[in-house]
Nanobody, 129 residues
Framework: VQLQASGGGLVQPGGSLRLSCAVSGFSFDDYAIGWFRQAPGKEREGVTCISSRSSSTWYADSVKGRSTISGDNAKNTVYLQMDGLKPEDTAVYYC???????????????????????WGRGTLVTVSS
């Protein structure tokens, strides 16, 4: 199982970025894919998650309404579209795979790093003028 995040970069406040997570070695039906971020000196926090099995998503309050997670099964890729970026969105972003595909998203537990089994290398997002 491998995951590789890409698409990070420097963007001005209010701008947009689309991050990609290329996955291999498993089926989207068998794992939920989540995005996490970690800013310097802070703990890793959940951003969003998608489960193809349950056709559901979860978003952290900090990004709700500004971000959209989606998956392309044909390309084995999960995307995170982020709009209205703020300086506080600056962090290294990671994607991860969780076997807990049937957990109800409304519970919010899919934002917890311990729910995930596999992690990819991160991509840096810097929001600054």
């Amino acid at each position: 199982v491998q995951l590789q995040a890409s698409g990070g970069g420097l963007v001005q406040p209010g701008g947009s970025l689309r991050l990609s997570c290329a996955v291999s070695g498993f089926s989207f039906d068998d794992y939920a894919i989540g995005w996490f971020r970690q800013a310097p000196g802070k703990e890793r926090e959940g951003v969003t998650c998608i489960s193809s099995r349950s056709s559901s998503t979860w978003y952290a309050d900090s990004v709700k309404g500004r971000s959209t997670i989606s998956g392309d099964n044909a390309k084995n890729t999960v995307y995170l579209q982020m709009d209205g970026l703020k300086p506080e969105d600056t962090a290294v972003y990671y994607c991860a795979a969780s076997p807990h595909v049937a957990v109800p998203m409304w519970r919010g537990v899919m934002g917890r790093p311990q729910m995930y089994e596999y992690w990819g290398r991160g991509t840096l997002v810097t929001v600054s003028s």
